[in-house]
């Protein structure tokens, strides 16, 4: 299953709200989940079963969808907020991950 | 402490083998689904393999298919990848990753360099 995010690299201003798309080559129900990456960091866990905020995430994460089509919302972006965002596919093997998404600062 | 700490990266000609460990601490390991996914310099996450809480249920991505084997030990807490027939491409930051809601808990990573 391949994952298609857009936009690979978008640039933003801190209070914008900024909606990531990640398309499914196929049906994944609601098995996705969204990753935060920052340089030299490990990814942490967003959002996983599509729209399920992890515990300690803030909730200005949020996500949506089911299917083959699947969005992460970030409201009142943060000087944090600047990463790459992943989404990941957990419906059936081989897993899959998206190619990012860069999000840098206007 | 709830973490992962992966060791055995280094540099190894192609060809050659190395194996990486993932030790668990702070939690129930053998309790736990767990997942092998690496980064190459500059580019994105790429899955490599996951396990089941025992080594009934081992899937690997294509690329590494038949090369790697993933194992587990829950009595030691500790996750391993034997590498074999390493090739330049598999130069990457290997982590080990914690299934639980998502892939929740992520250890630091073990660089592993392919060339001669």
């Known amino acids: 299953i391949q994952l298609t995010q857009s936009p690979s690299s978008v640039s933003a201003s801190v209070g914008d709200t900024l909606t990531i798309t990640c398309r499914a080559s196929q049906d994944v129900r609601s098995w996705v989940a969204w990753y935060q990456q920052k340089p030299g960091e490990a990814p942490r866990v967003l959002i996983y079963a599509a729209s399920s905020l992890h515990s300690g995430v803030p909730s200005r994460f949020s996500g949506s969808g089911s299917g083959t089509e699947f969005t992460l919302t970030i409201y009142n972006l943060q000087p944090e907020d600047f990463a790459t965002y992943y989404c990941q596919q957990a419906d059936s093997f081989p897993l899959t991950l998206g190619g990012g998404t860069r999000v840098e600062i206007k | ?116």
């Open chain 2, 1 to 116: 402490e709830v973490q992962l700490v992966e060791s055995g990266g280094d540099l190894v000609q192609p060809g050659g083998s190395l194996r990486l460990s993932c030790v668990a601490s702070g939690f129930t390991f053998s309790a736990y689904e767990m997942n092998w996914v690496r980064q190459a310099p500059g580019k994105g996450l790429e899955w490599v393999s996951y396990i089941g809480t025992n080594e009934r249920s081992i899937y690997y991505a294509d690329s590494v298919k038949g090369r790697f084997t993933t194992s587990r030990d829950n009595a030691k807490k500790s996750l391993y990848l034997q590498m074999n027939s390493l090739r330049a491409e598999d130069t990457a930051l290997y982590y080990c990753a914690r299934v639980s809601s998502g892939w929740d808990l992520w250890g630091q990573g073990t660089v592993v360099s392919v060339s001669s």
